[in-house]
């Protein structure tokens, strides 16, 4: 079992930062792939961003300006814990961020339905 903790959601100005963190509990995190994803109301949930779990390599979702700097995944294993940070936000990336876990490693972003542990989710508000 994985039991994953959200925080650092928020209200922040377009054009503002805010880093999410991750914390996770068990002694095997270095081995588990950790996906960001969002679900802003009346929406389908989506992938953000996702790190493979031993390689450590980063994969974006191919919208939204994910992978173009705007968003950064990254994990640090000492600490169990894996981090978002977001740039230049927009009021359209108002959402509750959630973050996932799944064992083993991954080669590309996969959807929301292939993550086997959640977290309760963290509430983003950008305003315009």
């Known amino acids: 079992q994985v039991q994953l903790v959200e925080s650092g959601g928020g209200w922040v100005q377009a054009g503002g930062s805010l880093r999410l963190s991750c914390a996770a509990s068990?002694?095997?995190?270095?081995?588990?792939?950790m996906g960001w994803f969002r679900q802003a109301p009346g929406k389908e949930r989506e992938s953000v961003a996702v790190?493979?779990?031993?390689?450590?390599?980063?994969?974006?979702?191919d919208v939204a300006d994910f992978g173009k700097g705007r968003f950064t995944i990254s994990r640090d294993n000492a600490k169990n814990t894996v981090y978002l940070q977001m740039e230049s936000l927009k009021p359209e990336d108002t959402a509750v961020y959630y973050c996932?876990?799944?064992?083993?490693?991954?080669?590309?972003?996969?959807?929301?339905?292939?993550?086997?542990?959640w977290g309760q989710g963290t509430q983003v508000t950008v305003s315009s």
């Open positions: 996932a876990a799944r064992a083993g490693t991954i080669r590309s972003v996969t959807g929301f339905r292939s993550y086997d542990y």
């Open positions: 068990g002694r095997t995190f270095s081995s588990y792939s």
């Open positions: 790190i493979s779990g031993t390689t450590g390599g980063t994969y974006y979702a």
